[in-house]
């Protein structure tokens, strides 16, 4: 396949864009790249929405306010306080057009449109770099430091990070929203937030409604697996919630994400499986990986797990290798601010899709091994792996 569609953007190409270039191969493709759930939606949910397909697709969808009302009762939220967009990355790029006026500060590395969106309109970006040496972990302490140098204006903290799964105990969350409570803006992204299993109610939401200058963003793509609708939300005050509200187009959600959102109430119980069999799997993926001498694997609370190669070792190379020989997508994180090649980040999926991947590292081992030892020179390729 073209290996080319990975440099055209500082992101992973879409699974269309790959499945087409792939041909007959695409279909066999095991995706450790795009952060889904693979247990929800459930395959009755999904024949649900198929049954409904051709006037969910025929029909507008009621405006965004209907919709958002609907999700609020679902999360006993007051529905003034929560704000419906055509994903999260909507919701980012009018955070930067209402309410970054000047700094934005946030740690690297992260979901790459956080720093992304306010460069591109010309705001001056404090990149706040997490350390390798303490397992990127960040200190709420030195971050507002690091702050109040800088005098950013906003700030942004992503809980669990994206791509190492990094979690902050919600006390430390709250800490940091209190103490920068005269800034224009703190932005706590709680994405991954739903696959947090060391702490029982992890999300500050609730909490940013009765503060001044607190945004909890959403990705219900993320969390459910369908990163295709296109919905997400951010939850505020009501004065913050209503001005997002009304600056988002009165239809800016489909018909797929209202049917979704109506469903989610009679299918939490299933939902809530999902996360714990996707925890299940986490723990077990992280125990496969480790097993291997010239993988670091690194503590996670999101559905991905964030691995680094051993000293020499291409993630391009491996990537390319896993996608060619054994159909197996992966996030490779040399284009990812703060980060380099030698890290991958790998999507949580059930046994026998890590069972795969682990084929393709032996083959990939393998293949070294047989280059270095032929006297060929080829890709910079995995030590053992075994």
Known sequence: MDTSLFSKAAHSPSYFELTRGMGEHGRQLADFCI???????????FGELAKNLESVLKYYPSDSGTIANRLARILKLNPATVAMSNGSTELITWMDHLWFSESVAIPIPTFGRWTDQPMETGKRVDMYPLQENSEFNL????????????????????????????????????????????????????????FVEVERNPSVAADATIRPNVVVLKSLGKNFGLHGIRFGYLVANPALAGKMAKTLPKWNLNSLAETVVFMLEEHADEYGESLRLLARDRYQMGMELARHPDLTVYSSQANFLLVKLGAGIDGMALRDYLLQHHQVFIRECGNKLGMSSQFVRLVVRPEQD???LVEGLHGFSQARWGQEHSGHSGPALVHSVS
């Open 35 to 45: 952060p889904c759930n693979p247990y929800f939606p459930t395959p009755e949910m």
């Open 139 to 194: 200190s709420i302490d030195d971050y507002i430091k690091f702050i109040r140098a800088r005098k950013s204006r906003v700030a942004v903290l992503c809980n669990p990070n994206n791509p190492d799964g990094g979690y902050l105990p919600r006390r430390e969350i709250l800490r940091f929203m209190d103490e920068l409570s005269d800034l224009d803006l703190v932005v706590i992204d709680e994405s991954f937030i739903d």
């Open 354 to 356: 890590v069972a795969r």
